[in-house]
């Protein structure tokens, strides 16, 4: 259950963000949640609708982006989207490949409403 | 000097203020008036979400490295064996290790290394599952780093949670044991892709599990092609030399 340490990461971030803008509200958190950073969404979301009554982001909807794994092939120069977790290249099976997306955990964009 | 801990070393670009105060790659904000609603504001970011503790994971390592010490990530289920392995390693390696312990409650881990004549501190997370940078840099504090070679940071059990955070390690080593069954590495993908090397561990046991090993390498290529396997039993004195060598071959600078 680390989604909570993460939402608290992230609400500490919205924050900041609203301080550093003069916003007192904000509305809407764009998030990016790779398929392999290692989150379920389902927890994140009932953990960030707990969390967020105590916060800036009180009345703030979080829109959460599921990200596949993106590799791009260092044989064939394939670049892939995946939707099993492997990072070998479905164009010619390589294991040689770079992962391009897939694993991070991103703030994207915020919303928010100034004074 | 850090501010936090008093030690000497210097947080790079980073002032414990936030977001705005630093100039982090990836992080450009901007500020769009969004012409339909006039009051409300969108700000594009692209921001790590766990950025701070990625920073705190930055200075541990500096900490490490000033010291001149390689610092290996332990990770996996409860139970797989990792203390037993750090209690054996002693006898095989001529590498001065200490270790820190992180488990929700006692101080069992670490007591049975300092018995060892191994220096090791205990963290007790109380209900967190897994350890994070700020949790190891607390540590850090209590261990004397001098004449260390290498440090190692025994996370909670748990193939889950750890894999997402950076404790400020140089390299992460998974241990799998045969009574989990070779398909964890399939149901915990996240954990067995950041893994540097993977240790199956309790390999005297295989004779009694249907634990397949040609199978688990399969799986561990399709996630982590480069990453070794080393098979471990504590009754087999060549498989502990063999994690000796691996530990010796990964030391930074030594390849």
């Known amino acids: ?115 | 000097m850090c501010k936090d801990c008093g030690c000497s070393l210097t947080r790079h670009e980073h002032d414990h203020l936030g977001a705005h105060s630093h100039n982090h790659e990836h992080h450009h904000p901007e500020l769009h008036t969004n012409p339909q609603l006039n009051d409300k504001k969108t700000l594009s970011v692209i921001h790590k979400i766990l950025d701070k503790n990625d920073v705190e994971a930055g200075h541990n390592r500096a900490h490490f490295e000033a010291h001149n010490i390689t610092a290996f990530n332990l990770m996996s289920s409860p139970g797989s064996g990792k203390t037993t392995l750090l209690e054996n390693l002693k006898e095989y390696t001529t590498l001065n290790y200490a270790v820190i312990e992180g488990d929700l409650e006692t101080s069992r881990d670490a007591d049975r290394l300092i018995a060892k004549g191994i220096k090791a501190y205990q963290i007790q997370t109380g209900s967190a599952c897994h350890l994070d940078a700020f949790m190891v840099h607390g540590a850090l504090h209590h261990l004397p780093l001098e004449g260390l070679d290498i440090c190692f940071v025994e996370n909670v059990g748990n193939l889950v949670c750890p894999a997402s955070y950076d404790v400020g390690t140089h390299k992460n080593i998974v241990l799998l044991s045969v009574p989990e069954g070779d398909d964890k590495i399939e149901k915990y993908p996240v954990m067995f892709r950041r893994a540097d090397v993977v240790f199956i561990t309790k390999c005297d046991l295989l004779p009694y599990f249907d634990f397949n090993l040609a199978e688990a390498r399969a799986q561990l290529k399709k996630l982590n092609p480069d990453t070794q396997i080393i098979e471990v039993s504590i009754k087999d004195g060549d498989s502990i030399h063999a994690v000796a060598a691996w530990l010796k071959d990964n030391l930074r600078g030594a390849q």
Do not use: W
């Open chain 1, 1 to 115: 259950m680390h989604e909570y340490s993460i939402v608290s990461a992230l609400i500490e971030q919205c924050e900041q963000h609203a301080l550093a803008n003069q916003a007192n509200k904000i509305t809407r958190v764009d998030i990016k949640l790779g398929v392999m950073s290692g989150v379920e969404p389902a927890l994140l979301q009932t953990a960030f609708d707990t969390f967020k009554l105590d916060s800036i982001c009180k009345e703030a909807q979080l829109n959460m982006q599921l990200q596949p794994l993106v590799i791009q092939c260092l044989d064939c120069q394939t670049s892939s989207e995946l939707n099993e977790r492997s990072i070998v290249c479905p164009a010619c099976q390589s294991y040689r490949t770079r992962v391009l997306d897939g694993e991070d955990m991103l703030l994207m964009q915020l919303e928010m409403e100034q004074e």
